[in-house]
C-alpha cells in the first residue's frame, strides 16, 4: 500500500512540474557564476544498490522515512581514513548531480505536495536568482555534498575542487561568486584554507550566510544529549524521529565541528546547566544547580551516552560519545583558525538576528532534578537565548575572523534567511544582478537618491555667510502606507564663540522630513552659517 501511494505521489508531481515548467523568459550573458552550498542535512542523498544499481532517495523523503533513515544512513566513524562509514555494506551514498547540481539542494524532498516549503532549501533563491538573469548550466550551479562527514574530508574537498573547475569553463572561464549557508561557511573556510591557490585560482567573491564561524553552542549541546528535528510541526509525525537522528549524528564529524570554539572569548560562556540533588554530610538533601562550560560538558556527554545502543540487522552496536571524532574535530577547528582570504577574493558576510537563540541548556528543575546523567537524554531541554537566527548566535556568525568587504545583520530565522527579500537585494547588489544601483546601502537595506545640492558662500561687512540646500529621496524598505501622515519639521542650532569674545560663528539648520509616496520619501535640508572674525 505504501509502495503504490509513493508512486501515485511521484506521478501527481512529475505531471505538476510539466504543467508549471515554464521556459526562462531573462538571460543576463553577462553575469558572472554563482555556486550555492548548503549546510548541514542540506543536500539530496540517495542510496545506490552496488549489486543491481537501483538508487532511492532516503534524504529528505516523507514515506517510509524513519526506516529507510535508519537501514541506509546510519554510520560509524572510521579514524584512520575521518569518513563516516554507513552500516549498509550493500549500497553507497551518492548526491544527485541533476540540474547541475542544484536539484539537490533546491526542495529536498521533490514528491512531497502538501506543505512542501517545510523541505523548501535553495528554492526561493535559485527562482530569483532567475528572475535577475541567472541560467541553470550557465551562470547557476550547485554543490551537494554528503554532510554526515567532516567540512575538511579529503573526499569533499576534491569533489569540491572538481566543481570550481567545471563551473569555470562552463561559463568561460569567469571566476565565480560562492554563496554557503550555514555549516557550508565552514566546508568553504576549511578549503580556503587548504587549497587557497585553487581557491584564489576560480573564486571572484564568497558570501556567507548564517554560517557558526565559532559553533552553535545550544543547538549542539541539545543535539547530542537529545536529537534533533529537521522540520517543525505538524510533518515532524512522518518523518524522521529525533532518536534516529541523534544516533546518526553520534557519528558524525560535521556535528562535532559545530560544537562551541575552544579558544572564542564569548561575551556569555555557553554552559550546560543541571539541578542535581546532592547530600551535604549530615546527610540532608539540598538542590543546587551544576554549570559546565564547554570543555567540562565533554564530561558530562560521555557518562550521559555511556551506555546508548543501536541495534542494526540483528546486532547490538555500542554507540557513546565519540571521543575519536573529537580529535578530529579539533585538528578542524585548528585548521579554520589559519584561514585567510586570499589577495583577488572579495568576502562577506550576512547573518541573522532578532531570534532567540539557544546558547546555554538547562536540564531538570528544583522540583524535579536529575539524578543520573543517563537520564539527560529523557529530560526536555530548557535555554537560556541570545540574539541569533534561532540557531546560530549572531556573536557566532559575525566572528568570521576573515577579512571581510561587509558583514550585515539581517532579521531572519536560519534557514528562512534563504527567502528573505532583504537578503535577496543585497545579493542583487553584490552580485551586480540588473542595474547597478550605486547609491543602495545594504546595511542598512535602503536607497539614497540626490535629487537637488545647492551651495552658496560669500563675505558681507566682516561677516563669512555660507548656505547649503540639499534633497534627497529615499527608498526605504519599509512598504508601510504613510501617505497620510503630516511632514516632520526639525531644526538645529549650533554656536561657538572665540577666545576673544570676537570671534563667532553659528549655524542653523531645518530638516523636512515629508511622508512617503509611490515608495519613496522626499528629505528637505536648508542650513546657514555665519561666522565673525574681527
Known sequence: MVVLLEEIVQSVELWLNLIRKQPQTYVDPNLDPVL?????????????????????????????????????????????????????????????????????????DPDLIVGRECVYYFHDMIVEMIKWGFQ????????????????RLQETMDQFARKLESVYDASGGKKINVISHSMGGLLVKCFMTIHSEIFEKYVKSWI?????????????????????????????????????MHQLLIECPSLYELMSCPNFHWENNPLLEI???????????????????????????????????????GEIMSLPYNLEILKWANETRKILCRAK???QVKFYNIYGTNQGTPHSVCYGSEERPVKENQELRFFEPKYVCVDGDGTVPTESAKADELDAVARVGVPAEH????????????????LKAGEPDPFYNPINDYVILPTAFEMESRKEKGLQVASLKEEWEIVPRDEDNHENRKPILN????????????SRAEAFATVTL????????????NAISVSVDA
Not at 541539545?222 to 522540520?231: E, K, P, Q
Open 341 to 343: 582570504v586570499p589577495s
Open 208 to 244: 556567507a550566510i548564517a554560517s557558526p564561524f565559532q559553533g552553535a553552542p545550544g543547538y549542539v549541546t541539545s543535539t547530542f544529549l537529545n536529537g534533533m528535528s529537521f522540520v517543525d510541526g505538524w510533518e515532524q509525525n512522518f518523518f524522521i524521529s529525533k532518536w534516529s
Open 415 to 430: 534557514r528562512g534567511i534563504l527567502s528573505d527579500h532583504h537578503v535577496f537585494r543585497i545579493l542583487k547588489h553584490w
Open 136 to 151: 541553470e548550466g550557465k551562470t547557476l550551479f550547485g554543490f551537494g555534498y554528503d554532510f554526515r562527514q567532516s567540512n
Open 36 to 108: 550555492l552550498v548548503p549546510g548541514i542535512a542540506g543536500s539530496i542523498l540517495k542510496a545506490v544498490d552496488d549489486e543491481n544499481g537501483h538508487e532511492e532517495r532516503i534524504w529528505v523523503r516523507i514515506l517510509e522515512a524513519d526506516y529507510k533513515f535508519r537501514d541506509k544512513l546510519w554510520s560509524r566513524f572510521d579514524p584512520s581514513t575521518g569518513k563516516s562509514i554507513s552500516l549498509d555494506q550493500k549500497s553507497r551514498i551518492v548526491v544527485p548531480e541533476d540540474r547541475h547540481g542544484l536539484y539537490a539542494i533546491d526542495v529536498l
Open 275 to 313: 539541578w542535581r540533588e546532592k547530600e551535604d554530610g549530615d546527610g540532608n538533601s539540598h538542590i543546587i544547580l551544576e554549570s559546565y562550560p564547554p570543555e567540562e560538558s565533554i564530561e558530562v556527554f560521555k557518562s550521559a551516552l555511556s551506555s546508548n545502543i543501536v541495534t542494526y540487522d
Open 491 to 502: 531644526s538645529i542650532s549650533v554656536s561657538n564663540a572665540g577666545d576673544d569674545q570676537i
Open 514 to 525: 515629508h511622508p512617503q509616496r509611490e515608495g519613496k520619501q522626499h528629505v528637505e535640508l
